[in-house]
Every structure is written in structure tokens, then in C-alpha cells.
């Protein structure tokens, strides 16, 4: 089955700086990928997400690349603010024929943003 | 508000208990799904249903039943329930797009019910 690596596990940046968080996924047949931010006490809110025939993506201050020869993709913030600060988790997903499709998630990523 | 709804948020029962949890989505999903997030936040996918139907079971104890009674509506009853039990569980939602080769499809998440199992 697929598996999904994630790193860092946590990531403090200064206000204004920039964050990068880097996922590896192992089946080549996963072909869309989801970012996920979680807040305390709340679930995972859809952020950006990108698709298997693209290689870049951007909204705003978030992007997210895709190298699908390596297996990897990130997810780029800039100008980093405290509202920032939360779990982002990445996932790959493959789809099912029965309907829907399946996300293996990363472990998180505890970002932090300090004044 | 358009979202996927939960209920309760927050549920402590007892080893040995039966219990269930709700979950409702208002978006026009057809397929809807469980997800459980352990006390290192690792988030896994348990059930997916599409319009009603089974198509994901990933290794789950028998003791867990999902139930949907319509593709709006996706309910997971937990029976016998034991310590390991105790985690956030999360139902999500998704559209499935007609036709091969198309690309998968954006899930929203609920908020959340937290099982405390004493």
C-alpha cells in the first residue's frame, strides 16, 4: 500500500519568514495530493492541493510543487504570520472504482510562527 | 451553513459500552468516509461509503459498523468498546466526478468527535 513520509515532524520560523514542508509518497499510482491544516481542537481544512499533471501550484502566500519521477512534493508558505501556526499534513491519494478515493496522510508537521 | 456536521464532539463512556457517533453532510456528496486520528495525531482512514455502499474497510475490528442510511448521512456505531478505542474521529466527504481517468476528488472534514474510553 502507499506510504507517505513527512518531514520536519516540527518547525518554528520567525514572523515573516518562509516555511517548507517535504513529503514522499511510494505508489506511483497516487495521483492527487492534498494539504491539510489542522488547528487545535478542529479538523483537517482543505488548504491547496495539486494534481499528478501539474507541477506547481499557488494561492496566494501558499504553494505547493510536485516532482512525480521522485516521488516528492512540498508545500511552500511565505511570509509566514502567527495565524499560521498548526499541524499541516500532506497526503497522496489514489482512486477507488467504486467511488471516492483514498488518502494516506503524512504524520504532520507541527509548524510554529513566533513573533 | 454548507459543512460536514458531527455529533457528539465529545463522548466518555466506559469499557464494554456500545455507543455511536453522527455524521451529516449538507455539500452534495455521494461519498462520504471515517477517519481515525490517534494521540500522535496520525490520521487513517477507516470506511468509505459511496452512495450507500461499502467500499473501503481498512482492517477494522469487527466491533466497528458504519452505517449509512442515505448518501448524506454516514454513522459509525463502536460496540464492546475497549481502551485502544479512545481517539478523534473524523468523517469526511467528497464528490465523485463521472467518467475514467479524471482526476481524485477534494474531501472536507468535520470537526471532530473525541471517544474517551475510562
Redesign the interface.
Known sequence: GENVEQHPSTLSVQEGDSAVIKCTYSDSASNYFPWYKQELGKGPQLIIDIRSNVGEKKDQRIAVTLNKTAKHFSLHITETQPEDSAVYFCAASIRLTGGGNKLTFGTGTQLKVEL | DTA?SQTPKYLVTQMGNDKSIKCEQNLGH??M?WYKQDS??????MF?Y??K?L??NETVPNRFSPKSPDKAHLNLHINSLELGDSAVY?CAS?L?RPGPG???????????TRLTVT
Open positions: 460536514v455521494d461519498t468516509y500522535k495525531k496520525f490520521l487513517k482512514i468509505s459511496n452512495n455502499e467500499i473501503i473524523f467528497s465523485t479524471l482526476a481524485d476528488y477534494e474531501q472536507y472534514f468535520g470537526p471532530g
